[in-house]
């Protein structure tokens, strides 16, 4: 059944050797003295059209996604079934927070910043800025005073205004040294 199927001359048969008789101990001199007998061979199915053809097979398949979101299996994302979902989540959220810090609140404590002496002159300055900015509101709904309480509010509103501008330190002159940003917890 295979003599059909048999390339060589004539009668000719392979000679098989059992192993270990007649071969070469070095693989890759085999190899060269392979393709040293067969080059044409070889160069032959190199140029064939079925050569090309596979080549270009393998730059598409190259080419392709190896993986696909499909391939992967719902768990690979996370967990679900009986044991895993939503109501299952055992830790903290932001509405425990109360909770939370009652646990850990012992090292915490709130500030309590001194206000310290307010100055007389900066009193009287906001209180002529509010009653300047009451004053005009006030105008408004007393048409008959509007020429009289106007004058005066707006006279209250700038000098109660550019008082506290000329006596508001700005940063240069509240730092408490050269690398003090400002910032205040």
């Known amino acids: 059944m295979t003599d059909l199927n048999n390339t060589n001359a004539g009668d000719e048969r392979p000679q098989h050797t059992p192993d270990g008789e007649n071969q070469p101990n070095d693989l890759d001199a085999a190899w060269a003295a392979f393709e040293a007998e067969h080059q044409d061979d070889l160069n032959d199915v190199a140029e064939s059209r079925n050569a090309k053809r596979f080549e270009k097979h393998a730059q598409r398949k190259e080419k392709e996604t190896l993986l696909s979101v499909d391939d992967l299996t719902a768990d690979s994302f996370a ?26 609140g012992d090292d915490f ?46 006279i209250c509103v700038i000098v109660g205004g550019a008082g506290l501008l000329a006596q508001h330190k700005g ?7 050269y690398f003090d940003d400002g910032a205040r917890v």
Request: hydrophobic share 45%.
């Open 109 to 154: 404590v709130p500030p309590n910043p001194k206000i310290g002496q307010v100055r007389f002159s900066k009193l009287v300055f906001w209180i002529l800025l509010v009653a300047g900015i009451l004053g005009a509101i006030a105008s408004v709904f007393l048409p008959a005073y509007t020429g009289v309480l106007g004058v005066i509010a707006g």
């Open 79 to 104: 967990k679900t079934g009986a044991s895993h979902g939503p109501r299952d989540f055992t830790g903290s959220s932001w509405l425990d927070a109360d909770d939370v810090m009652d646990r850990y």
């Open 171 to 177: 940063f240069s002159q509240t730092r408490t040294d």
